[in-house]
């Protein structure tokens, strides 16, 4: 799953320090799935559970999936930052690279990708809610 992760966020092209060191620590897999999960419950929940002929606008869509990318780019930085900084701290070493503006960089490409899968998997889903099927259009 290191493998899988990995691949997406590298698309964008991260420092190879700090991509190796994610890596090395195998950071990659709980943020991918956060990325991946949450969007997928929280618009689950949203078309079929929610389901309210008053939250079927555009507009409200869009507020839940910023929420979503918000929530996805603090859980990127965090778990990043501080599974990294563990890491220099124990071996009382500093990184060759920032470690908060490559953490900054990560956390918006994390982003970026939960925007994404949030868009698609709202397109996919829609159909199926009975008062929310056009939303977001």
Sequence with gaps: ?????????????????FSDDMYNQELYVPIGF???????????????VINSVRLSKWWQ???LVV?????????AYGVSYRGILEEYLASDTLPEYSLAI??????CINTSWCFVIS?????IIKWGSSHCR???F
């Design 67 to 75: 929420i979503i990318c918000a929530v996805n780019f603090a859980i």
């Design 61 to 63: 869509w869009l507020l």
């Design 102 to 107: 490559d953490c900054l960089t990560f956390a």
């Design 1 to 17: 799953m290191n493998d899988f992760f990995a691949n997406w966020y590298e698309l964008f092209g991260l420092i190879n320090g």
């Design 34 to 48: 956060c990325m991946v999960l949450i969007p997928i419950i929280a618009l689950t929940l949203y078309y079929y």
């Design 119 to 123: 868009f698609v998997w709202s397109l």
């Design 134 to 136: 056009r939303t977001p």
